[in-house]
T-cell receptor
């Protein structure tokens, strides 16, 4: 399994500002993902972040709003830009395991964002 | 777009009861995973099933993958309050996971 550390764990931000969420994996992984989740609800994929290439965004999410970095095989960041109250949510980082576990996803503990 | 229908969405039961959660799709998945998530935490992987008809057991939890790899079920025997949480099924295909809406399970003592 992979251990994923995500920070900050929570933050309260003013509208119009930006927040960068960091995700660190304890082993090298090819694919990392960013999800958004309302409390008690399912996960919505924002984008797939692969090292050495541009992130691939899902329908409804754009790079200007959610820029992503993936500088190496163990680290990624997601920025929530020009925030509004509608961006209040839980943001989760995920990585697929390597080798025989390459179909299994592991998650960070999430970042609970509140925009006021 | 591949969709996973998960049911029931909410389930509240008494300690000691049995329950089954279903995850259905019209699409075929190369693998299907079940997660449990507790408040303030990320989802934790419970099991991965990859072969049609596969059955896996994890203590009181039994997971089954349908023969056609389009559906799965999670059965919990003699539920305990510690089983309370959000259960998510995720279907893997083309290096992407699609999640169902989740089942919020509450086991009352």
């Amino acid at each position: 399994s992979a251990v994923i550390s995500q920070k900050p764990s929570r933050d309260i931000c003013q509208r119009g500002t930006s927040l960068t969420i960091q995700c660190q994996v304890d082993s090298q992984v090819t694919m990392m993902f960013w999800y958004r989740q309302q409390p008690g609800q399912s996960l919505t994929l924002i984008a797939t972040a692969n090292q050495g290439s541009e992130a691939t965004y899902e329908s409804g999410f754009v790079i200007d709003k959610f820029p992503i970095s993936r500088p190496n095989l163990t680290f990624s960041t997601l920025t929530v830009s020009n925030m509004s109250p509608e961006d209040s949510s839980i943001y989760l980082c995920s990585a697929w395991g390597q080798g025989s576990m390459n179909t299994e996803a592991f998650f960070g503990q999430g970042t609970r964002l509140t925009v006021v | 777009t591949q969709l996973l229908e998960q049911s029931p969405q909410f389930l509240s039961i008494q300690e000691g009861e049995n329950l089954t959660v279903y995850c259905n799709s019209s699409s075929v998945f190369s693998s299907l995973q079940w997660y449990r998530q507790e408040p303030g935490e990320g989802p934790v992987l419970l099991v991965t099933v990859v072969t049609g008809g596969e059955v896996k057991k994890l203590k009181r939890l039994t997971f089954q993958f349908g023969d056609a790899r389009k559906d799965s079920s999670l059965h919990i025997t003699a539920a305990q309050p510690g089983d309370t949480g959000l259960y998510l099924c995720g279907g893997g295909s083309n290096y992407k996971l699609t999640f169902g809406k989740g089942t919020l399970l509450t086991v009352n003592p």
